[in-house]
């Protein structure tokens, strides 16, 4: 596509660009073939809507947003109408994310945040790197990249001047590319995953969303990088390494749903969850820890023991209730949230399962410490 067809990029990092630059913006996306979303203004989070939808217990396949062509849902909303990026992007500050499932896209997301180098058999997963390669200035998932491309023989990504590339405000870098072969690539992230393809680099694809170039947030504007506009296809070598570090959908599954943004490990619920007069907090400490291994699943593989961890958080729920440490209803029903947000569409197991549970529980009470 010509250089020219692309919007301009900003030439302002104040957070709140003109409505009709984000409009322009939304509406080249969606030209591409890219749904998009609305991203709240000044950050990369999608855009709230009515009290409802921010409820932890409101959802999807429940909300008649979709259907009278209002936003909810985050990327579920994601749309290629003219008319809906023009209604939608009418007012000011409103950023652009891309659903990168119905794109087919899978993007690179680089990181340079600082933060703790792993242990060296987490670098590149599935990779040994000897006790004797020298790691000092290893910083970044630049560096990270750059050696997993090199083992390869094949220049990183981020250096993929064929190409979108799009620089992050932290200096970090997306580098987006298209699917296809027809296959359905999953996403990763580095908060406690089984699918990474290197430390710290993200994949965002089946089940995500990308912020769009030209947005800008409070932190600075995601700008594009070289000349390439599009997305190139997958390199041969970079789609191998997706499919050995687990990225690639098993055909008939369907795929993890994504994580939230915020990557929090429990859901906000819980921590207002009402529980017996004086005893509440060391009830949700213990409950804590099952919980949290239920969100983690939302950044996991289908493989991720899901069912067995949701069974063990209801038991330990059920039996935290019977020795008068939680309050039921509220402590299930913050369960019941934060398993639908990992695994959305199965709300019928989801019950099931917790329900099972806690009557199991209910028939053991437990004291402060026994759950696990």
Same mark, same amino acid.
């Given at each position: 596509?010509p ?14 660009? %003109? ?26 989070? %999608? ?10 217990r409101?959802e ?7 259907s ?31 659903g990168? *499932? ?23 997963p ?9 790691l000092?200035?290893v ?5 990270t990249?750059?050696v997993?491309?090199?083992?390869? *023989? ?17 200096? *970090? ?27 710290? @680099? ?8 990308? @912020? ?8 600075? $504007? ?10 190139? %296809?997958?390199?041969?070598? !970079?789609s191998?390494?997706?499919e050995? $570090? ?25 921590s207002? $969850? ?10 949700r ?8 291994? @239920? ?11 899901? $069912?067995?961890? !949701? ?23 913050a ?12 709300? *019928? ?11 199991s529980?209910?028939?053991s009470?437990m004291r ?5």
């Amino acid at each position: 596509m010509p250089l020219e067809t692309c919007p301009p990029e900003p030439t302002t990092r104040h957070p709140h660009p %003109p409505a009709n630059l984000s409009v322009r913006f939304a509406r080249w996306c969606a030209d591409q073939g890219w749904p998009v979303l609305l991203l709240a203004p000044g950050r990369k989070t %999608p855009a709230a809507n009515c009290q409802e939808c921010r409820s932890p217990r409101h959802e999807r396949p429940t909300c008649g947003y979709l259907s009278q062509e209002r936003w909810c849902h985050g990327f579920h909303a994601a749309t290629q109408s003219a008319g809906l990026t023009t209604q939608w992007w009418g007012r000011p500050g409103l950023g652009v994310g891309v659903g990168c *499932g119905p794109a087919r896209l899978v993007v690179v997301d680089i990181d340079v945040r600082p933060v703790e180098l792993p242990e060296r058999n987490r670098l590149l997963p599935g990779i040994r790197i000897g006790e004797r390669i020298n790691l000092t200035g290893v910083r970044t998932g630049f560096h990270t990249l750059a050696v997993h491309a090199a083992l390869r *023989g094949a220049p990183s990504p981020a250096d993929d001047a064929s190409t979108l590339r799009v620089r992050t405000p932290t200096g *970090g870098m997306h580098v987006w590319y298209r699917a296809t072969d027809g296959r359905t690539w999953l996403c990763s992230t580095r908060s406690g995953s089984r699918r990474a393809l290197a430390w710290p @680099v993200d994949v965002q694809a089946h089940g995500g969303y990308i @912020v769009a170039p030209g947005t800008t947030t409070r932190s600075g $504007t995601y700008a594009r990088v070289g000349i390439a506009v599009r997305p190139a %296809p997958i390199p041969s070598w !970079l789609s191998c390494e997706l499919e050995r $570090t687990g990225h690639l959908q098993a055909p008939g599954a369907p795929a993890s749903a994504p994580p939230r943004d915020n990557r929090s490990a429990l859901p906000r619920s819980v921590s207002h $969850t009402a529980t017996g007069r004086g005893r509440g907090a060391a009830g949700r400490a213990v409950l804590a820890p099952p919980l949290a291994k @239920v969100a983690a699943c939302a950044v996991a593989s289908e493989d991720a023991n899901f $069912t067995e961890k !949701l069974n063990r958080a209801a038991y330990n729920l059920g039996g935290l209730a019977a020795g008068e440490h939680l309050a039921a209803a509220e402590a299930e029903a913050a369960l019941r949230a934060c398993a639908l947000a990992t695994r959305p569409g199965r709300s *019928g197991r989801i019950a099931s399962v917790i329900r099972s549970g806690v009557v199991s529980g209910n028939a053991s009470p437990m004291r402060l410490g026994e759950a696990a």
